[in-house]
């Protein structure tokens, strides 16, 4: 039926940033997670929210996309994308909204964080 379960592996897709301006150009919410294998506050993150059942509904509620920036090679697109952020490391967490400026998360992730920013976006 409609009401599939959340499967408890969100669907990420990686990230672009043509994917991104597609997002954008058909109004669809973004999250961006820009992570890497050594970085241990992404994993830390990862386990705590990004992994969160609650978080997981409200990404699926707003049909989010769900985008993974891999910087684990220090991939210089991902670098370039993190500089337009005035970052210049990981994590970095990115939510995206069409006709809003980006909103940069903190650091260390909640999913009640994470849940309050989705809320605030305009619907």
Not at 31 to 48: E, L, M, R, S
Not at 51 to 59: D, G, M, T
Not at 75 to 80: A, E, G, L, R, T
Request: charged content about 20%; hydrophobic content about 45%; proline content about 7%.
């Amino acid at each position: 039926g409609v009401q599939a379960k959340a499967s408890v592996s969100a669907d990420w897709q990686a990230w672009s940033p043509e994917r991104v301006n597609q997002a954008m150009q058909e109004k669809q919410v973004v999250f961006i997670d820009f992570t890497a294998a050594w970085c241990v506050t992404c994993q830390v993150n990862k386990q705590t929210t990004l992994r969160n059942p609650r978080v997981l509904k409200a990404f699926a509620d707003r049909h989010v996309l769900l985008l993974q920036a891999d910087w684990t090679r220090q991939d210089p697109v991902i670098s370039q994308a993190l500089n337009q952020l005035g970052r210049s490391g990981v994590p970095v967490y990115v939510l995206l909204a069409p006709g809003q400026p980006p909103q940069v998360l903190s650091e260390l992730l909640s999913p009640d964080l994470v849940i309050q920013a989705l809320e605030d976006i305009p619907r």
